[in-house]
C-alpha cells in the first residue's frame, strides 16, 4: 500500500528541514507523486520480479524505475 500522500505532505510541513521518505508502497506507477513530496522513498518490493516480496530483484524493473526517477528529476530541476 502507498504512503498517504496527504500525510507525508502534513509531516513535511510540520518538518520542513527534516529528510521525509515514503516508506510503503512506491512503484514506478506512483513515484512521481510520492517524490513530488518526500525527499526520498525506499524501494522493495516494487524491484522484485512479478512484484512478489520473495522473488529476486528483477534488473529490469529496477532499470524501468530509475528511468522514470530520473525524468522527474529532470522536470523539477
Given at each position: 500500500?502507498?504512503?498517504?500522500t496527504?500525510?507525508?505532505?502534513?509531516?513535511k510541513?510540520?518538518?520542513?528541514?527534516t529528510?521525509v521518505?515514503?516508506?510503503t508502497?512506491?512503484c514506478?506507477?506512483n513515484?512521481?507523486?510520492?517524490?513530488?513530496?518526500?525527499?526520498?522513498a525506499i524501494?522493495?518490493?516494487?524491484?522484485?520480479?512479478?512484484?512478489?516480496?520473495?522473488?529476486?530483484?528483477?534488473?529490469e524493473?529496477?532499470?524501468?524505475?530509475?528511468r522514470?526517477?530520473?525524468?522527474?528529476?529532470?522536470?523539477?530541476?
Amino acid at each position: 500500500v502507498q504512503a498517504d500522500t496527504s500525510t507525508l505532505k502534513l509531516v513535511k510541513q510540520a518538518v520542513p528541514e527534516t529528510v521525509v521518505l515514503a516508506n510503503t508502497g512506491v512503484c514506478v506507477d506512483n513515484v512521481e507523486e510520492q517524490l513530488s513530496i518526500a525527499d526520498g522513498a525506499i524501494v522493495g518490493t516494487a524491484f522484485k520480479r512479478e512484484g512478489v516480496f520473495t522473488d529476486p530483484v528483477d534488473g529490469e524493473r529496477v532499470k524501468t524505475f530509475m528511468r522514470q526517477v530520473q525524468a522527474f528529476r529532470r522536470k523539477i530541476h
